[in-house]
């Protein structure tokens, strides 16, 4: 923000601090008539709509506030000015309705939760009085910073945020209540190194602090630490054996290590208990998914629809089946069901990628790309991705890694069991696993984080310089890339079999090629390419589990693709031949010839399973697991022609 906008956004607040409201309204009038920021014209909106409703201009107010909804829709405090014009006109179901949303997108709002605890008592609702009462009692032990931290967090204002917590554990360093917060606002800002140890250290201080325990599990997992997840979970359900969320914590690491069938024990244990919970339906209907089991998957992500109406994730799940289409009856209730106004964002994006998919399936094109793309306008709001970072962080490798002073430096775990398949997500990536993974030499696992871990860890805590990554690389001993490498290796035994190699199938670590060459110098690295126009609307019309947010806006997932290009071009230059680019066109061309070409860069012998890979049964977790059970295809490509007069930023880059 310039200083000007600085001053004025602060006199506006001063001026509603004294109820000189005509001021207020006379600064509010300069700022619109500025192009602001996307983030500035949403604090300007909020501002205008408090003003317009201490004016008693409410009808004002919620129009201030609706076009501030539709540029951030999970805008907690949007909700609950919302309220108070309902209030004011007394519209008392409509206030009800957005004080919960209020909530929902912002816990930390204590008066909104103490109105919908009026309401509860008002309706006699003991069940949702029993949750607020609980919701406020722990939002009034909170220390005032933490509590106002939080408020921000929810806000999207991060780094305040982060700068008010820090400011607070000064003074009362160890506070479980601070460290919690920081883990939090480290994972959303995706420093998991920082945040797993001080969730790491906040279990080990309190034990019993069950929030702290749950956390933990959910970080562990998001870094694909999943026998970490089994062990932790095994302890604390010695204490808590019947806690839903650390038994879930434990099936969801189970199916992590390929331990499916336990995992599936757990899940349908749940449910004998309980058939009302939608959560575990869709967990088990990912289970069956895994294994194969198309029917048994359908039926479980049924059951989480029919137990909860609203229920996003599950119509996505459905429509990512690939194999299952929706009739005209169900593309009709999903629409009815996303056009309701109570319903969240986040049911509301996963309901507009179903949607998408099913009137693509329909042929019905236009409506088809409306709803996908309503649905990644609204990811990437709520993502809020910028790609010029990314941009930046790609370009911070090229210059980090270049030529002799970095090709020619030593070291590393000599192992050359690890095979990497990076490159692009949809680029066929999960095909290519699925070949070699069927020969008899090599094991498939997952797409494991625990590169990017390690990435995230090399910092100024392993070199003298201080200096951060990707600079620090060209700073680490041999030693240092000796037991980084080590620590890889023995990370990623809990997810392969006996064979003598194994796949990490991350895309994402194509950005670390240099990294991987650095600790594991005997490692093998395959590129999966595909053509740009499949490659890119492909990502478009994925909803991802999490990550990829390049993927939500064409005009990101263009740009985020030729700076990958960019990156590999520069791979190639200072580690000539360390990477095999593998172009999918060509293996629909030539089976036979590119598994053998991948074969002979991996130094193993040819084996007939590998072109006979559909038959060969293992887990599969991305969403490509149907199609890599199908014989080769070609069903994937061109599959952006009918949609071709809506991707214009795609076409200026790669058909121009």
């Not at 000189?20 to 983030?39: D, F, Q």
Request: proline fraction near 4%; charge should be negative; include cysteine.
């Amino acid at each position: 923000m310039t200083q000007d906008f600085s001053n004025q956004f602060q006199a506006i607040k001063q001026s509603l601090q004294t109820k000189n409201l005509t001021a207020a309204m006379e600064n509010i009038s300069a700022l619109k008539a500025v192009e602001l920021p996307v983030a500035l014209r949403i604090e300007l909106l909020y501002l205008s709509a408090v003003t317009q409703r201490l004016a008693n201009q409410f009808d004002q107010a919620l129009q201030e506030l609706g076009e501030l909804l539709h540029l951030r829709p999970e805008h907690g405090r949007a909700y609950q000015e919302q309220a108070y014009n309902f209030l004011a006109l007394d519209q008392q179901d409509k206030a009800a309705s957005a004080f919960f949303r209020a909530t929902h997108y912002n816990p930390a709002l204590i008066t909104s939760w103490k109105q919908l605890l009026k309401i509860y008592q008002q309706h006699q609702d003991t069940t949702a009085e029993q949750l607020a009462l609980q919701h406020i009692a722990h939002l009034e032990q909170l220390p005032p910073p933490i509590l106002g931290a939080y408020d921000l967090m929810y806000e999207k204002q991060l780094a305040t945020a982060e700068k008010v917590c820090r400011q607070f554990l000064q003074q009362h360093k160890h506070h479980p209540e601070g460290m919690l917060l920081l883990a939090e606002l480290g994972i959303q800002l995706k420093v998991y190194h920082d945040a797993e140890f001080l969730l790491e250290s906040c279990v080990a201080l309190y034990p019993d602090n069950l929030r702290a325990v749950i956390a933990y599990l959910g970080l562990l997992a998001k870094l694909g630490k999943h026998q970490r997840v089994v062990e932790i979970s095994d302890e604390q359900l010695s204490a808590y054996p019947d806690n839903l969320q650390i038994l879930m914590a434990k099936a969801n690491a189970l199916l992590g290590i390929n331990r499916t069938e336990d995992a599936i024990t757990i899940f349908s244990e749940l449910l004998s208990a309980d058939e009302d919970r939608p959560g575990v339906w869709l967990a088990l209907g990912h289970a069956y998914k895994t294994t194969g089991n198309k029917q048994q998957a359908v039926e479980a992500y049924l059951k989480a629809a029919h137990y909860h109406q609203q229920f996003g994730d599950a119509y996505w799940s459905l429509a990512n089946m690939k194999s299952y289409t929706f009739d005209g009856e169900a593309l009709q209730d999903m629409a009815d069901i996303e056009a309701q106004s109570s319903i969240g964002v986040e049911d509301r994006i996963h309901l507009c990628f179903a949607l998408g998919k099913g009137f693509e399936d329909a042929g019905q094109f236009e409506k088809s790309f409306t709803y996908y793309e309503k649905g990644n306008r609204l990811k990437l709001i709520s993502t809020g991705y910028d790609i010029a970072r990314t941009e930046e962080a790609m370009a911070a490798q090229v210059e980090a890694c270049r030529g002799d002073s970095f090709a020619n430096l030593h070291g590393g775990f000599p192992s050359p069991e690890p095979i990497f398949i990076v490159g692009m997500p949809r680029a066929g990536s999960t095909l290519l696993e699925q070949i070699l993974a069927s020969h008899s030499d090599i094991d498939g696992t997952m797409e494991l984080h625990n590169i990017l871990s390690l990435a995230s860890s090399v910092g100024a805590q392993l070199n003298e310089s201080g200096k951060p990554y990707p600079y620090s690389l060209a700073e680490l001993s041999v030693e240092q890339c000796y037991e980084l490498g080590k620590q890889y290796i023995e990370q990623t035994r809990y997810y392969r079999g006996s064979a003598p190699f194994f796949i990490d199938k991350m895309p994402n670590n194509f950005m670390h090629v240099g990294f991987i060459k650095r600790i594991l110098p005997n490692a093998k690295i395959i590129d999966a390419r595909r053509d740009p126009m499949d490659c890119c609307f492909s990502n478009f019309k994925q909803l991802f589990g999490e990550g990829q947010e390049f993927s939500y806006g064409l005009e990101e997932v263009a740009r985020y693709y030729q700076a990958y290009q960019k990156l590999m071009d520069h791979w190639d230059e200072i580690l000539p031949g360390a990477v095999l680019r593998v172009q999918h066109e060509d293996v629909l061309d030539d089976l036979d010839g590119q598994v053998k070409r991948m074969l002979d860069y991996l130094g193993v012998p040819f084996e007939q399973a590998c072109l006979d890979f559909h038959q060969t049964d293992r887990l599969i977790k991305t969403p490509s697991a149907e199609q890599v059970r199908q014989p080769i295809n070609r069903k994937g490509q061109g599959r952006w022609q009918p949609f071709e007069a809506h991707l214009g930023p795609l076409l200026k880059r790669f058909r121009a």
